[in-house]
């Protein structure tokens, strides 16, 4: 007899810098814990690109999933392949860590829907704020944590992130310096540690090194424990173990940088100063409010000298998304304005690299800038 499977659910990661389709650049693989409940509950993991996708057994009276009352989730390490990932992805203001001690962390705790990239899709994260509260620091399973010198000692608790359920407990006595924490009994994920009554750390657990994990994403399928803690549209199992297919979606925006072009006729022959640099975009609603097809270009007054040649400098009015494959949505194109020579040629022109950002020059707030040298 074959058995079938249906999908239980979906994770993918999407990315702004490929047109909203998948990023090939993260893989994703259960954690060995995880490993041990799909096996539990005869479910099968099978990656996609930049995915990945859960299945159950088909049946038409489900008995196994009725029995689902697992307290953890299904979580899955988060690998990235590209080491120019970060120039290209939005990260926003946040804090991002020590990248040797952190790694970045999505969950389906909260019921977070939008639009996103053309349709409506079932966030990890709140909308436009993919890393807003997502990075967490790396505690391995056996460690110790130090107390502040003014501890007059207390409980110390390491508390579940669904639920708040203490999942360790130890005392500390007045004169201690640390804590040792020694948490080999629980599973690989996020946790918050309180230590007399107060919660002073938000960690993720694993005995992986952070260097080895861009990050985590971590499924509550629900079931008899987990649905009654978590939003109707977060489960992918109701309480009493019934399949509800889901598609959960990391959602990675393009990093956003002034575009900055440098023309340069190494003959010394050409002046650009008549020339104006317009664009056309299918897709990019501009925040300074012009229409989605017009890409505003502004040229400084001054030229700026450039190995021996003079480059004419002309800069996006706004921060615009870098894009893989912008061909397909912002063409480029330098030009003769009304005042230039007579016969001018139309130039197209490059886009914007991942490996050539600066900061703007002038006073603070400082912006990231794509500086892009063009020999004509």
Wanted: hydrophobic share 35%; net charge neutral; glycine share 10%.
């Amino acid at each position: 007899m074959v058995t079938q499977y249906a999908v239980l659910f979906n994770i993918e990661c999407l990315h702004g810098y490929f047109g909203g389709k998948a990023c090939a650049a993260l893989a994703l693989a259960p954690t060995k814990e995880c490993r041990k409940i799909l096996d539990a509950y005869q479910m099968l993991f099978r990656p996609t690109t930049g995915g990945g996708a859960v299945y159950c057994i088909r049946e038409s009276k489900p008995d196994l999933l009725r029995l689902f009352d697992e307290a953890a989730p299904l979580t899955f390490t988060l690998t990235n392949s590209d080491p120019m990932l970060a120039n290209y992805t939005d990260i926003g203001l946040s804090d991002g860590g020590d990248p040797s001690e952190c790694i970045y962390y999505f969950d389906n705790v909260a019921d977070y829907q939008a639009e996103t990239f053309g349709q409506r899709r079932q966030l990890l994260h709140a909308p436009g704020k993919t890393f807003a509260h997502a990075v967490l620091p790396v505690r391995h399973k056996i460690s110790s944590y130090a107390l502040a010198p003014a501890f007059k000692g207390g409980d110390v608790n390491v508390i579940a992130n669904l639920g708040e359920q203490v999942m360790w407990q130890a005392s500390a006595p007045a004169n201690a310096h640390t804590v040792p924490l020694d948490l080999r009994l629980l599973p690989e994920g996020r946790y918050k540690l309180a230590i007399g009554g107060n919660v002073v750390l938000e960690f993720y657990l694993s005995d992986q090194l952070a260097t080895r994990q861009w990050g985590a994403v971590a499924i509550y399928a629900g079931g008899r424990v987990q649905a009654g803690l978590l939003p109707k549209r977060c489960c992918a199992l109701d309480s009493a173990g019934g399949p509800n297919p889901k598609t959960f979606t990391l959602a990675l925006d393009s990093r956003k940088t002034i575009w900055r072009y440098y023309i340069i006729d190494p003959t010394g022959k050409q002046d650009y100063g008549g020339y104006e640099l317009s664009g056309a975009s299918k897709t990019m609603a501009q925040p300074d409010g012009s229409s989605a097809g017009e890409v505003r270009f502004v040229r400084r007054s001054e030229t700026a000298p450039l190995n021996g040649h003079t480059a004419w400098v002309f800069e996006s009015q706004s921060p615009l998304p870098l894009l893989q494959y912008p061909a397909d949505q912002l063409p480029l194109t330098l030009r003769p304005n009304g005042q230039g020579p007579r016969g001018g040629r139309a130039i197209k022109l490059p886009y914007a690299q991942t490996g050539s950002i600066v900061m703007t020059d002038g006073p603070e707030p400082r912006q990231p800038c794509s500086e892009i040298f063009v020999y004509v």
